[in-house]
């Protein structure tokens, strides 16, 4: 996957590097760092329920322990054939190996290109055509489903398997590793900050996964914005239970991980049991949870009562809005501070961070204006990028409050262009290069000029109703906090008098029954405009979601 760099990139690396918001330090050099300062301190640790998971026993690595794992493993890819600008597919769990399979490729300067689990034939072979890569790397069997199928099917030129039994004439990876042991030399490191270290892929509900190729340089950039927001100090202990495939894991725990020289825990997918049981018994300090999550657990004084939280100073959040009253009860009740972050793996970067937003219910509303003259943020972030909101319709760009318009962004944090495209997108990026993300956004406070953003939605997610535009988001922040459930999403729905109306699918909790009324109700004490209210209501067992965890809102819309 040698990709030509563009002219456009090409200046971005000359602009970017003389302001010194890009460097020469990749990976590898954390990582080198890391071992170098602290060769004794507990470095990676497997959630203890792994064989469980995928019959191997779980993994405990010193940072001079998995020193020797990523020389060994970068001998094996060496031998497989793999080298710089190389792309190797990689579909696995969060298991240790995984993260030493990001630390081997950066040193041998090829690009992986990690997978959710849940991807399919149909995925996988759209990404093998778009990258083609030199290998894949997956694993048999996952919580007892058979994950060959798939790979075999797409017809891979190469295929290194993890797991029990790997299909006729492929490798099983203890025995490349094994034969790369007694190997006399690890190859070189051989990479370079604005080489592409990553191509993720996006999470859109509709249509085919789009590539999003990322520099070294791109994650060293978005890395701080976690890292600052969430007050991670040296040593921490991080425990990531999102999958190791998107702007989350790589940008909110690998980095960070290794710029702190800590432990990095992993979990996935969600047990919650095993996930709360880890905090106290690995001192973690700092993780990150979808909403939804933090509102159950909230709820739920007996369970949380059994375990000592009292070293988790931090929780992020995000993907979808927060609720106020989620944040400020944490606040109150436990004295962890729960970050709000709006992020993509194009490079979107939002962060209400504990120093720059240290109400919590504001913090969980709003965000930062970064990059926009006037307002000054301590995120280092703010100082790389510049944003703005651009009306859809007429085009202007907005300054006043309480307008809707799409968020546009530039900057160091931020993609050169999707696989196969080019900067000069006009669809992806505008004329002046800034990036159109596709949310909405309205400008918002009392300061002059206004300091936040308050998120709308997603432009394609807003409800019409009667000519007022209405945010499916906002409804399922207020619901979040409702006795009675366990969760809820709202949808548009065709109507002939007024367009669109509102239909709610709720999630109950055991034993409760709920009505429209009790809805309405709940909303209406909230001071909810009458127009947004509900009209129609949905029970459902469980809110469908992509493999990233966000509501598929189409298919609640199907389902109508």
Same mark, same amino acid.
């Given at each position: 996957?040698?990709?030509?760099?563009?002219?456009?990139?090409?200046?971005?690396?000359?602009?970017?590097?003389?302001?010194?918001?890009?460097?020469?330090?990749?990976?590898?050099?954390?990582?080198?760092?890391?071992?170098?300062?602290?060769?004794?301190?507990?470095?990676?640790?497997?959630?203890?329920?792994?064989?469980?998971?995928?019959?191997?026993?779980?993994?405990?690595?010193?940072?001079?322990?998995?020193?020797?794992?990523?020389?060994?493993?970068?001998?094996?890819?060496?031998?497989?054939?793999?080298?710089?600008?190389?792309?190797?597919?990689?579909?696995?769990?969060?298991?240790?190996?995984?993260?030493?399979?990001?630390?081997?490729?950066?040193?041998?300067?090829?690009?992986?290109?990690?997978?959710?689990?849940?991807?399919?034939?149909?995925?996988?072979?759209?990404?093998?055509?778009?990258?083609?890569?030199?290998?894949?790397?997956?694993?048999?069997?996952?919580?007892?489903?058979?994950?060959?199928?798939?790979?075999?099917?797409?017809?891979?030129?190469?295929?290194?398997?993890?797991?029990?039994?790997?299909?006729?004439?492929?490798?099983?990876?203890?025995?490349?590793?094994?034969?790369?042991?007694?190997?006399?030399?690890?190859?070189?490191?051989?990479?370079?900050?604005?080489?592409?270290?990553?191509?993720?892929?996006?999470?859109?509900?509709?249509?085919?996964?789009?590539?999003?190729?990322?520099?070294?340089?791109?994650?060293?950039?978005?890395?701080?914005?976690?890292?600052?927001?969430?007050?991670?100090?040296?040593?921490?202990?991080?425990?990531?239970?999102?999958?190791?495939?998107?702007?989350?894991?790589?940008?909110?725990?690998?980095?960070?991980?290794?710029?702190?020289?800590?432990?990095?825990?992993?979990?996935?997918?969600?047990?919650?049991?095993?996930?709360?049981?880890?905090?106290?018994?690995?001192?973690?300090?700092?993780?990150?949870?979808?909403?939804?999550?933090?509102?159950?657990?909230?709820?739920?004084?007996?369970?949380?009562?059994?375990?000592?939280?009292?070293?988790?100073?931090?929780?992020?959040?995000?993907?979808?809005?927060?609720?106020?009253?989620?944040?400020?009860?944490?606040?109150?009740?436990?004295?962890?501070?729960?970050?709000?972050?709006?992020?993509?793996?194009?490079?979107?970067?939002?962060?209400?961070?504990?120093?720059?937003?240290?109400?919590?219910?504001?913090?969980?509303?709003?965000?930062?204006?970064?990059?926009?003259?006037?307002?000054?943020?301590?995120?280092?972030?703010?100082?790389?990028?510049?944003?703005?909101?651009?009306?859809?319709?007429?085009? /202007?760009?907005?300054?006043?409050?309480?307008?809707? +318009?799409? !968020?546009?962004? @530039? *900057?160091?944090?931020? $993609?050169?262009?999707?696989?196969?495209?080019?900067?000069?997108?006009?669809?992806?990026?505008?004329?002046?290069?800034?990036?159109?993300?596709?949310?909405?956004?309205?400008?918002?406070?009392?300061?002059?000029?206004?300091?936040?953003?308050?998120?709308?939605?997603?432009?394609?997610?807003?409800?019409?109703?009667?000519?007022?535009?209405?945010?499916?988001?906002?409804?399922?922040?207020?619901?979040?906090?409702?006795?009675?459930?366990?969760?809820?999403?709202?949808?548009?729905?065709?109507?002939?008098?007024?367009?669109?109306?509102?239909?709610?699918?709720?999630?109950?909790?055991?034993? /409760?029954?709920?009505?429209?009324?009790?809805?309405? +109700?709940? !909303?209406?004490? @909230? *001071?909810?405009?009458? $127009?947004?209210?509900?009209?129609?209501?949905?029970?459902?067992?469980?809110?469908?979601?992509?493999?990233?965890?966000?509501?598929?809102?189409?298919?609640?819309?199907?389902?109508?």
């Amino acid at each position: 996957m040698h990709e030509h760099k563009h002219p456009k990139v090409e200046q971005r690396i000359r602009d970017y590097t003389q302001r010194g918001w890009w460097g020469e330090t990749t990976l590898s050099d954390l990582l080198d760092q890391a071992i170098a300062a602290h060769p004794d301190r507990m470095a990676l640790v497997d959630q203890p329920n792994r064989k469980t998971l995928d019959g191997d026993a779980p993994k405990r690595w010193t940072w001079a322990g998995l020193a020797g794992e990523v020389e060994t493993c970068t001998r094996a890819l060496n031998k497989l054939g793999v080298g710089r600008g190389d792309a190797v597919v990689v579909q696995l769990p969060n298991i240790a190996e995984f993260v030493v399979l990001y630390l081997a490729l950066a040193r041998l300067g090829a690009v992986i290109s990690p997978v959710p689990v849940q991807y399919g034939r149909h995925e996988l072979g759209m990404i093998a055509k778009a990258i083609e890569p030199a290998l894949f790397i997956g694993i048999t069997r996952f919580h007892d489903h058979d994950l060959t199928e798939a790979a075999k099917a797409v017809g891979f030129a190469q295929c290194v398997w993890f797991g029990p039994e790997p299909p006729d004439s492929d490798a099983h990876i203890n025995s490349v590793l094994e034969t790369a042991r007694s190997e006399a030399e690890t190859p070189p490191v051989d990479s370079n900050a604005n080489d592409i270290m990553t191509v993720c892929w996006t999470s859109g509900t509709t249509g085919t996964p789009k590539g999003v190729p990322r520099t070294h340089n791109q994650w060293m950039a978005i890395a701080p914005a976690t890292y600052e927001g969430a007050e991670i100090r040296a040593g921490d202990v991080l425990l990531n239970p999102f999958p190791f495939v998107n702007m989350a894991s790589i940008g909110g725990f690998l980095i960070n991980w290794l710029r702190c020289q800590g432990t990095l825990v992993l979990h996935h997918p969600l047990e919650l049991p095993v996930f709360l049981s880890q905090i106290p018994s690995e001192g973690v300090t700092f993780t990150i949870a979808p909403p939804a999550l933090l509102n159950m657990l909230l709820k739920n004084d007996e369970l949380m009562s059994q375990f000592d939280l009292s070293n988790l100073r931090s929780i992020a959040s995000g993907s979808a809005p927060l609720s106020p009253w989620m944040v400020q009860g944490f606040a109150d009740k436990y004295d962890i501070g729960v970050v709000n972050l709006f992020g993509s793996n194009e490079g979107v970067s939002l962060v209400s961070g504990l120093e720059d937003m240290p109400d919590p219910a504001l913090r969980a509303s709003y965000f930062p204006r970064f990059g926009v003259d006037g307002i000054e943020w301590n995120a280092s972030v703010s100082k790389m990028v510049s944003t703005r909101l651009r009306d859809l319709e007429s085009g /202007e760009i907005i300054t006043e409050k309480g307008r809707p +318009g799409e !968020l546009e962004i @530039q *900057g160091a944090t931020i $993609f050169d262009h999707y696989l196969g495209d080019s900067p000069d997108n006009p669809d992806v990026f505008t004329e002046d290069g800034y990036f159109r993300t596709g949310d909405l956004f309205e400008i918002s406070g009392d300061d002059d000029p206004p300091r936040f953003y308050h998120f709308v939605g997603r432009s394609k997610d807003i409800i019409i109703r009667g000519g007022n535009n209405i945010s499916p988001d906002e409804l399922d922040t207020l619901l979040a906090a409702h006795p009675k459930l366990t969760e809820a999403a709202t949808v548009g729905y065709a109507d002939e008098d007024l367009g669109e109306r509102v239909c709610v699918f709720v999630v109950p909790k055991p034993d /409760e029954q709920v009505s429209l009324d009790d809805i309405t +109700g709940f !909303l209406r004490e @909230q *001071g909810l405009a009458v $127009f947004k209210l509900p009209e129609r209501m949905e029970t459902i067992d469980v809110l469908p979601r992509n493999a990233l965890g966000k509501v598929v809102r189409d298919e609640l819309r199907r389902r109508l």
